[in-house]
């Protein structure tokens, strides 16, 4: 399936820069359409459960703050997009261009960040998001979006690369996860100029290797390059190595082949890579 639309949470933070940036380089790149979504918080969602002695004037003073925050933050994602707009000289439309040209639009919908990029994300075919480990919630519509859409996502990195999908590397275990990042990533795989499969160790029996992956490869016109490496540290260094080695901009990966708590609590590649990694990740459950 070809990469057709695109949506990109905006939060009205810092990390708003890097999402626009990464995600315009890529609506150009797959001519695809792109929505820079907005979730307006319900102010009665900003007063905490208490007891009988909150006065109405409190809560009131509450609603309002946090309605003045909202609109802040809303005035500041508007900014971002606007900029990264002007920037990439694509037409804002929301409606199919006839011919097929990179589009973008702006959406503001009101409810719970997490819910809403969820819900809306099921709707394209690729989500570009930031991530921000200090910030709960970003760190929480970034799980909704990687956990709840069923869709690849693409985790902009703090510097956005001059090119994204030209050099690929996909970081391979034969397992479930890893195939379908890989064939969510198809669309950029045809279009790059060179891909590299990389396993780290042994692969576990009854998986396919790297090899095969690129012998596969062959039927969708992809001519990829197999590192097999034995290194025994952290499998995460070893794969952010191997990208430097080849000159990767991006890389695409499977998300928790081990439980996600499990991974949180005693860590794993994908909250390693997500930690350490400094190029784009394509990542999918």
């Known amino acids: ?107 503001k919908d009101s409810g719970r960040e997490d819910e809403t ?36 996502i693409l985790v902009a990195p703090e510097v956005t690369p001059a090119t994204i999908g030209e050099k690929v590397m996909i970081a391979w275990n034969g397992g479930i996860e890893a195939a379908r990042a890989v064939t969510s990533a198809m669309p950029m795989l045809r279009n790059a100029k060179e891909v590299t499969i990389v396993s780290v160790g042994e692969v576990p029996y009854g998986r396919a290797c790297a090899k095969a992956l690129a012998e596969q490869f062959s039927w969708h016109g992809v001519d990829a390059a197999v590192v097999e490496s034995t290194e025994t540290g952290q499998v995460a260094n070893t794969l952010i190595s191997e990208a430097e080695k080849c000159g990767a901009d991006t890389i695409v990966l499977g998300a928790y082949s081990h439980s996600r708590f499990k991974e949180m609590i005693l860590g794993g590649v994908t909250q390693d890579m997500l930690a350490k990694c400094a190029l784009p990740l394509w990542i999918m459950h």
């Open 1 to 107: 399936m070809a990469i057709r639309t695109i949506l990109a949470p905006v939060s009205g933070t810092a990390i708003d820069k890097r999402v626009m940036a990464t995600a315009f380089k890529l609506a150009k790149s797959f001519n695809a359409h792109l929505e820079a979504l907005f979730v307006a918080a319900e102010p009665q969602d900003a007063i905490p459960i208490v007891g009988e002695g909150m006065s109405g004037l409190i809560i009131e003073e509450m609603i309002q703050a946090a309605t003045t925050e909202t609109e802040k933050r809303e005035a500041s994602g508007k900014a971002s997009f606007a900029a990264a707009v002007k920037e990439a000289g694509i037409e804002e439309s929301n409606t199919p261009s006839a011919d097929a040209k990179p589009t973008c639009a702006w959406r």
């Open 117 to 152: 990029v969820a819900r809306r994300g099921r709707l394209f075919d690729l989500v570009v998001i930031g991530r921000d480990p200090k910030e709960a919630s970003a760190s929480l519509t970034f799980d909704a979006a990687l956990m709840e859409t069923g869709r690849p």
